[in-house]
């Protein structure tokens, strides 16, 4: 169980050191070796001390020299590879850090002097520096405690690295062919004008026909009653006669309304 406990907190440390930028501070060199290798580290110490102080702990992670000596191998080749390093931004790159910053102790005019410089490691820019000059060694102490925390307060306005955005590619899906439709089948008017026409026509031939039919019952009727030496017996066959008439003239409305419809 404490294993596991101890698993999950190292995992945890690890995510949140993933999400820090880091700043290594360079052991500070002596070109002209005119002071002690105490003096250079506590010199160094005061340069980490202020970027702890200027730096927001959630953002940035500042390097401890155990750190860096960790990358290089040992204490003997940190000491070789930070003399040697021509460029203090690949230096930088060499403890995997963000940004790197050191300090460069000389002599001008028998005096002492100090240049400290920031670069941000990714780009190998030059993000700020400062320089002085001072009779003792506590003169330099004193310009790096008033400059150095202004030049880690330029980290603050860089912004902060952004992991690539991961893009996923789509598969390209098969165009489709859109299918035609099929055509609907037409669909003819329906063709009122003349099917009221021949329905009427229809309607008055059966009409006709009708009224043809009923003349000539009660005509043949009086005609059959009726002798032939009657007065009545010419008129009666006479409205027989006129009954046929009508039918003939039913029939043929009755045929043109047949042929409206077959022909329409």
């Not at 860089?158 to 598969?171: L, N, R, T, Y």
């Not at 055509?183 to 009221?196: A, G, I, L, N, Y």
């Not at 005509?219 to 003939?248: H, L, M, N, P």
Request: aromatic residues 10%; hydrophobic residues 45%.
């Amino acid at each position: 169980m404490k294993k596991q406990v101890l698993f999950l907190l190292f995992l945890a440390l690890a995510a949140y050191a993933q999400m820090q930028e880091r700043i290594a501070i360079i052991n500070t060199l002596d070109d002209y070796d005119s002071i002690s290798v105490a003096e250079l580290t506590y010199l160094t110490d005061r340069l980490r001390e202020a970027a702890v102080n200027v730096l927001p702990a959630e953002r940035f992670g500042v390097m401890t020299t155990e750190s860096i000596v960790a990358f290089l191998g040992s204490v003997e080749n940190t000491v070789k590879v930070c003399k040697e390093a021509s460029c203090l931004a690949e230096l930088g790159r060499e403890v995997n850090a963000d940004y790197v910053a050191q300090g460069r102790v000389g002599r001008f005019n028998d005096e002492f002097t100090i240049k400290v410089e920031l670069y941000n490691v990714k780009t190998g820019n030059l993000m700020g520096s400062f320089t002085g000059q001072s009779k003792d060694v506590a003169g330099l102490l004193s310009l790096i405690e008033n400059r150095a925390q202004d030049l880690f307060k330029k980290m603050l306005a860089e912004p902060k690295a952004k992991p690539p955005a991961i893009v996923v590619e789509k598969p390209e899906t098969a165009k489709m062919e859109p299918v035609p439709a099929k055509p609907e089948p037409e669909v003819k008017p329906f063709p009122r004008t003349s099917f009221w026409v021949a329905l009427g026509l229809d309607l008055a031939g059966a009409a006709i026909v009708g009224v043809g039919y009923a003349i000539s019952s009660e005509a043949y009727d009086r005609y059959s009653k009726a002798g032939q030496t009657s007065e009545y017996y010419d008129s009666a066959w006479k409205d027989v006669d006129a009954g046929k008439k009508f039918y003939i003239i039913g029939g043929v409305l009755l045929a043109a309304g047949i042929g409206v419809h077959i022909w329409f």
